[in-house]
């Protein structure tokens, strides 16, 4: 196939780049634009995520199907000064042409302060509406339900105008008056916005970091820059992919960034690999006793060139097939995601096997396609090699390996202390990943809001100064009448860590109760026990419990009930591709085992600077009591997908030379030379590519960034280049072995170049 595939390449060239070109810009104007339609950033959805079928999204679902209002926007003004009878009738005065004009907005259905209420402040029902010093106020203007979407956002942004208008109607007698207006839709509109800002800030820091790696990888800007060019077309093409899964599935707002990272990073990999091993051929068909390049660019000026042809098909049949057996592995790993409950999880599943696919025709079909049109100018000796500081670099650093060098010298010394070297390693790795241990998930709500952002002040404030507008810790829907639900209120009300039970408060035929919490973190412990605590009690009929707290469970126990069945076909299916690449029993399951350490090592280095705050001030953000529970699970999927990429990387390149008759560690120490360079220069990419996108504001994409990159940079360097050759030099020829059933399977079956 791949033989095929590379004739195909080197015979229309200039056909796949203008078509993939064609398809990847009409991809991304789609995506930006929408052609009349919603774009990809408009179909964006923003908040809690949820389990279909949980108790939790029950409770919810019941809670807004009985709902008779409709949407709030909020003014918070401080800054007022209320304590003083003349100057709060001045306030009460100044903002009569505010309700006015208000009330006049076509949608609104109320409008409500304290000033509107008879009697005034005076009025026990102000107590919500105005904060605890007497010194601001809130208007809550509430949107008519019978919207429709349309009308709906129109109202929206009418009342939003009028009421940022409110702080200058009170410059007269509040000079110091400030207001922030909120709602559900602003909030999703400013995490939305800082998405996008995050997706240029990674792309911005990730791509020239990238090509600055790749020409020192590569001795020159033009081969440097197809895996980029590759990559750029991957990430176009898969936005396109997005907005048409929008249509089917709803796309969190977070999975852009989360997806076109993994899709940049792999896209940079793999086209890494193509060029490395385009030139590796080269340099062997030259030393072959193929013609030099410059005399056959000057015997075939307008043909092309027969070694750059030559060099691409067998470039396209052993590391095109070495790219589409790793990013198998990957979106196995991947898929995993597509088998939990979870439908934030589904989703990222789903978009980013779409992406693999994508990183995958890019880098064995246009990166090919783009070499054969810029033939033997990639052959050539760059200017950049004339740079005294760079031509070292290039030397020690480049992509084509000498037979001897620093990483045959490295496997040389684990042969000589395979022992030492696996105990010290595993150890390292087992003090990095001690603080999993204390590993707490959560799912944030508006704590995923940058730490700058006014809509979070909004919210801190409100807490604060405002007790009695509070929103319950945990909501409790009964079902049965309220008089039927006393006593279940009297029973929560006892519970250890609630301070007040609000209600039973009627809802058609069921009764809700508003259960607060001893805490400030409504997704803490102590909220968490709570709901654990109401759902362990027995009040004789059906109850369904909400609230961040018990989403979050709900969640977290989704997952956990989920990772038996996903964890078991992921492990199987990787362990039935490695065993049909290398015909080994022992060498797929030593890889699924150390690839455990390398994901706890770096989820405990994770947890340790976001969950314990060790790396708040540096990465600039508000440390939370704990990880996102989507990001261990992607960090998990990821991070396996992604290590086992590049255990591909090495154990191809081990196997090519076992095979050639070489003994083992022979085998392992020019396998490992032969890929050092590229797993090394690789993960810099990789990393370089998560760190970018961890400069973002959005804690949940920088806690992906930080665990992605740790992951990488853990198995790149202490897996890869000392924790394999160590094991694989304690079994020597064992490395090889399987049972003559599983032999037999393999010489049928087996995956070779």
């Avoid at 605890?132 to 203007?141: I, N, P, T, Y």
């Avoid at 690999?273 to 340099?283: C, G, K, P, T, Y």
């Avoid at 390693?425 to 704590?447: Q, Y």
């Avoid at 250890?496 to 009627?506: A, L």
């Amino acid at each position: 196939m791949f033989d095929r595939l590379g004739r195909l390449v080197t015979r229309h060239p200039r056909s796949v780049v203008l078509l993939w070109t064609l398809v990847s810009l009409a991809a991304l104007l789609v995506a930006f634009t929408g052609l009349g339609g919603d774009s990809l950033f408009d179909r964006l959805r923003t908040g809690e995520p949820t389990v279909p079928g949980s108790e939790s999204q029950r409770a919810r679902e019941i809670l807004e199907g009985d709902r008779e209002s409709g949407d709030q926007v909020t003014l918070l003004v401080e800054g007022a000064d209320l304590t003083d009878t003349e100057r709060t009738a001045a306030i009460a005065e100044a903002l009569a042409p505010a309700h006015a004009d208000l009330t006049a907005i076509d949608g609104v259905d109320q409008v409500v302060d304290a000033f509107l209420l008879p009697e005034g402040l005076a009025n026990p029902a102000a107590a919500g509406l105005v904060s605890s010093a007497q010194d601001g106020f809130l208007v809550a203007v509430t949107l008519d339900p019978g919207l429709d979407d349309d009308e709906a956002a129109l109202a929206h942004d009418a009342v939003v105008e009028r009421l940022e208008q409110v702080p200058a109607d009170l410059a007269g007698v509040a000079p110091d008056a400030r207001g922030t207006t909120s709602s559900n839709e602003i909030i999703a509109g400013e995490i939305v916005e800082q998405v996008e800002e995050d997706l240029v800030t990674g792309e911005a820091v990730a791509l020239p970091v990238s090509l600055l790696i790749m020409v020192v990888v590569f001795g020159g800007f033009l081969a440097a820059s197809l895996p980029l060019m590759g990559a750029v077309a991957s990430i176009f093409a898969g936005l396109g992919v997005l907005l048409v899964m929008s249509y089917g599935v709803d796309i969190d707002s977070f999975v852009i960034n989360v997806v076109t990272v993994l899709g940049l990073g792999l896209s940079i990999d793999y086209g890494l690999l193509i060029v490395s091993r385009f030139r590796e051929e080269a340099h062997r068909l030259v030393g072959d006793g193929a013609e030099p390049v410059a005399v056959q660019a000057r015997r075939r000026r307008h043909r092309r060139n027969p070694l750059v042809v030559q060099a691409v098909r067998a470039t396209v049949a052993t590391a095109g097939r070495t790219v589409l057996f790793s990013a198998v592995t990957v979106a196995f790993a991947i898929s995993g995601l597509l088998l939990l409950r979870p439908d934030v999880l589904r989703s990222i599943g789903a978009a980013a096997v779409a992406v693999v696919i994508l990183a995958v025709f890019t880098a064995v079909v246009f990166v090919p396609a783009v070499i054969v049109l810029l033939g033997e100018r990639l052959l050539r000796p760059s200017a950049l090699r004339r740079v005294p500081g760079l031509r070292v670099l290039v030397r020690g650093l480049g992509d084509v390996a000498p037979a001897e060098g620093f990483f045959s010298r490295l496997a040389r010394g684990v042969h000589r202390h395979p022992w030492l070297v696996l105990i010290g390693v595993v150890a390292l790795l087992a003090t990095l990943a001690s603080p999993v241990l204390g590993l707490t998930m959560r799912n944030s709500t508006t704590e995923l809001l940058p730490s700058d952002s006014d809509q979070r002040d909004y919210i801190a404030v409100l807490g604060e100064d405002y007790p009695a507008a509070a929103a319950a810790d945990v909501l409790v829907v009964a079902d049965t009448e309220a008089a039927g639900a006393a006593g279940l209120a009297e029973d929560v009300g006892g519970l250890p860590g609630v301070t007040e039970v609000r209600g039973p408060v009627p809802v058609d035929d069921r009764a809700v109760l508003e259960v607060f919490v001893d805490a400030e973190d409504a997704g803490g412990p102590e909220a968490t026990t709570v709901v654990r605590d109401i759902r362990a009690l027995d009040p004789g009929f059906e109850t369904w419990v909400a609230g961040q707290a018990a989403n979050q469970a709900d969640f977290n126990d989704a997952i956990v009930e989920g990772l038996p069945l996903a964890g078991g076909i992921i492990v199987l299916a990787i362990f039935v591709l490695l065993f049909l690449m290398t015909g080994s029993l022992l060498v797929p399951l030593k890889a699924l085992v150390i690839n455990l350490f390398s994901l706890a090592a770096s989820l405990g280095v994770t947890v340790w600077v976001f969950q314990e705050g060790h790396g708040a001030d540096l990465l600039g953000f508000t440390p939370v009591a704990g990880l996102e529970s989507y990001v261990v699970a992607i960090a998990v999927a990821f991070g396996f997908g992604l290590a086992m990429d590049y255990e591909v990387f090495l154990l191809s390149r081990i196997k090519e030379f076992w095979d050639l008759g070489y003994d083992n560690d022979a085998a392992v120490e020019h396998g490992l030379q032969r890929s050092g360079r590229i797993i090394t220069s690789a993960a810099l990419v990789i990393i370089s590519v998560f760190a970018g996108f961890a400069a973002g504001d959005l804690i949940v994409i920088k806690q992906a960034g930080v665990a992605l990159a740790l992951t990488v940079l853990i198995d790149a360097t202490l897996v890869r280049m000392l924790l394999v050759p160590a094991t694989m030099t304690l079994l020597g020829r064992w490395n090889w072995w399987a049972p003559a059933p599983m032999r037999a399977l393999y010489d049928r079956l087996k995956i070779v170049h």
